[in-house]
């Protein structure tokens, strides 16, 4: 995800070449916080009372490569 901490780190410690072979590992590209942020307001709402024991992966498609 796109934080402001993410962003700093990667630029002291990874080349353009390295960020962008990262960057195409995301199909639907870095994720930013407004990504997922309807997903945790339904989480922390009344209407996910009924929602137990799952995993819900956010990963902007990492996981399909």
Do not use: C
């Not at 796109?2 to 590992?25: G, P, Q, V, W």
């Not at 199909?27 to 709402?45: A, K, Q, R």
């Amino acid at each position: 995800m796109a934080t402001k901490n993410l962003h700093e780190k990667n630029n002291r410690i990874m080349s353009n070449t390295e960020k962008n072979i990262y960057a195409d590992k995301y199909p639907l590209g870095i994720g930013e916080v407004d990504d997922i942020v309807s997903l945790i307001n339904f989480l922390i709402s009344n209407e996910s009372k009924w929602l137990t024991g799952q995993t819900i992966v956010i990963d902007g498609g990492f996981s399909i490569n």
